[in-house]
């Protein structure tokens, strides 16, 4: 490479400095390899004397160019001296500051968590750690991760609607509801049979009146089936505000 570079510099009378960029390699390694080749470098007064002249790129010589780049794999340093160049040129500006990132990351939030929260990917969130010399934490396999109140989709711990229907509690609470009202439907008077307990303020939507015995009707299997709140899903607690009748108070 220095031969072609030699050839550039002293019969082309070509600078370093365009050497270097048909090159694409540093002005610097442009000059050792002249040095190398023992090519005296032209002073100052000798490049100025050369003429600031824009100089054609003859055909002639982008041929020599190519011919000397053809099927050279540029060398390590090379590589590492571009990329070095290259590295901060595209930093992304970042809605955070890099000392709160660091502190982020080290409270121990994850990559995604930074990409969910700020946007941009993942990676950017990464490649900027690693600027700042953060070692990053392996990733932790999804499982891991969005396991329990990490999941988005987190509950609360809450168990299966079956499960919490049937806690003691609740079936102390039904038992307690039948025998105020003697075991008697409060809609029709149907006495015995098939009994369900109701909430009156739904099961689903107002967990703190759960075991109320006052939040309880006792109803036969068919006029619980026509209340409105049967497994109604599509009710919110706001659906409930304005019940005049309803006995139960409860705080918004
Ligand atoms: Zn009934």
Redesign the pocket.
Known sequence: MHDTIRQMYCEEQLSTYEIAKALSIKRDLVCRELKVAGVQLRNRIEASRMGTKKRVWTPEILAKISASKRGKIPSREIVERRAKAQRGTWRVTLPISDEEIRSLYSEGHGLRWFSRTYGFDASTWGNRLREMGVVLRAPKAASVAYKGDKHPRWNGGARTNTEQRQTAEVRAWRKKVFARDGYT?Q??G?KGGRLNADHILPFALFPELRTEVRNGRT??E??HKETDTYTNTRMTRDDFRTLGECSVSVSY
Request: proline share 0%.
């Open positions: 439907c809609e029709c149907q109803l036969c068919k006029c």
